[in-house]
């Protein structure tokens, strides 16, 4: 691991001593490569209460349970190749979700990086309880690590998916952001339950992406179409989950989504639809909050 400047922009990494622990910090390395971040690996311990067997994380500050933790961290640390920047964390909170969005907000965080639970059949992603927690609360994108399918190399492209309408300046915003400080193609994907956009449609949901963030920003998305780097298409299907199941994925890509429209003072709130999406989809997911500070990159 090397040493960050000052002035480095950072990843919270919630970690376990589990698959899905070692899952977020596999997508994290490969975020962090691409972006030049530099990654806050932190494991939550709960304030009080007893270590139980069933616990993945001891819940005591004696001193066995300490070193635990501290053993754990530098396992943990240790799976950091030399050229990402990343250094450990252990927060005591009431629980990890809360934990987690406190170091995140301690430290400036772009984003939280966690991993989901094990696959069951024809889901990518299962929300356990600390997601779930995060999606509901959350003030900055939390991004979710796909169970045994986290190395995704190099980021090759961001997909952005949304209904008919864009109606999610801080999801198309972010993306735009974000594939532009990544030098990666950008797609913008509407999800819709008839045969197709409309150009006219075509023609708003490219409008609105290239006025996004003032004239700097405007002018590199315009330059991002004018290429061909940036692209808007739509996928049809029967509703939006069979939709989405149809998208074609590269290796390496990474989707974007947006929080619900009731997400309250610019937090994450997961809504049914992206629900149906997290079913489906195989590639590891950010999710936006609607009023989003940030992308996952450093501006």
Same mark, same amino acid.
């Given at each position: 691991?090397?040493?960050?400047?000052?002035?480095?922009?950072?990843?919270?990494?919630?970690?376990?001593?589990?698959?899905?622990?070692?899952?977020?910090?596999?997508?994290?390395?490969?975020?962090?490569?691409?972006?030049?971040?530099?990654?806050?690996?932190?494991?939550?311990?709960?304030?009080?209460?007893?270590?139980?067997?069933?616990?993945?994380?001891?819940?005591?500050?004696?001193?066995?349970?300490?070193?635990?933790?501290?053993?754990?961290?530098?396992?943990?640390?240790?799976?950091?190749?030399?050229?990402?920047?990343?250094?450990?964390?252990?927060?005591?909170?009431?629980?990890?979700?809360?934990?987690?969005?406190?170091?995140?907000?301690?430290?400036?965080?772009?984003?939280?990086?966690?991993?989901?639970?094990?696959?069951?059949?024809?889901?990518?992603?299962? +929300? !356990?309880?600390? #997601?779930?927690? %995060? @999606?509901?609360?959350?003030? /900055? &994108? =939390? $991004?979710?690590? *796909?169970?045994?399918?986290?190395?995704?190399?190099?980021?090759?492209?961001?997909?952005?998916?949304?209904?008919?309408?864009?109606?999610?300046?801080?999801?198309?915003?972010?993306?735009?952001?974000?594939?532009?400080?990544?030098?990666?193609?950008?797609?913008?994907?509407?999800?819709?339950?008839?045969?197709?956009?409309?150009?006219?449609?075509?023609?708003?949901?490219?409008?609105?992406?290239?006025?996004?963030?003032?004239?700097?920003?405007?002018?590199?998305?315009?330059?991002?179409?004018?290429?061909?780097?940036?692209?808007?298409?739509?996928?049809?299907?029967?509703?939006?989950?069979?939709?989405?199941?149809?998208?074609?994925?590269?290796?390496?890509?990474?989707?974007?989504?947006?929080?619900?429209?009731?997400?309250?003072?610019?937090?994450?709130? +997961? !809504?049914?639809? #992206?629900?149906? %999406? @997290?079913?489906?989809?195989? /590639? &590891? =997911? $950010?999710?936006? *909050?609607?009023?989003?500070?940030?992308?996952?990159?450093?501006?």
């Amino acid at each position: 691991m090397s040493q960050a400047p000052a002035t480095a922009r950072r990843l919270v990494v919630g970690y376990i001593a589990t698959d899905r622990g070692r899952d977020a910090i596999a997508l994290a390395i490969s975020m962090a490569r691409s972006a030049g971040t530099e990654l806050i690996i932190t494991i939550v311990r709960p304030e009080a209460s007893t270590f139980t067997a069933g616990n993945s994380i001891p819940q005591d500050g004696s001193g066995i349970v300490s070193q635990q933790l501290e053993d754990w961290l530098d396992e943990a640390l240790a799976l950091v190749p030399d050229d990402v920047t990343a250094r450990g964390v252990i927060h005591t909170s009431s629980n990890e979700s809360k934990g987690l969005m406190e170091v995140a907000e301690a430290e400036g965080a772009l984003a939280i990086v966690i991993g989901a639970r094990a696959t069951t059949l024809m889901r990518s992603f299962r +929300i !356990g309880t600390v #997601a779930t927690s %995060l @999606l509901h609360s959350s003030e /900055v &994108p =939390v $991004v979710l690590a *796909p169970a045994g399918n986290s190395d995704i190399g190099p980021i090759s492209r961001i997909t952005t998916l949304f209904g008919a309408r864009p109606g999610a300046a801080a999801l198309i915003g972010a993306a735009v952001q974000s594939a532009d400080a990544l030098d990666v193609d950008l797609r913008l994907l509407s999800l819709i339950e008839n045969d197709g956009l409309g150009e006219d449609d075509t023609a708003e949901i490219q409008e609105f992406a290239e006025e996004y963030g003032g004239a700097v920003l405007a002018a590199r998305a315009a330059k991002m179409f004018e290429s061909g780097r940036a692209v808007v298409k739509s996928q049809a299907g029967a509703d939006i989950e069979d939709a989405a199941a149809h998208v074609d994925f590269q290796p390496g890509e990474i989707a974007f989504i947006g929080s619900s429209r009731l997400g309250r003072g610019g937090r994450v709130f +997961i !809504g049914a639809r #992206a629900r149906r %999406l @997290l079913r489906v989809l195989p /590639v &590891p =997911v $950010v999710v936006v *909050p609607r009023r989003a500070v940030s992308a996952i990159t450093p501006p």
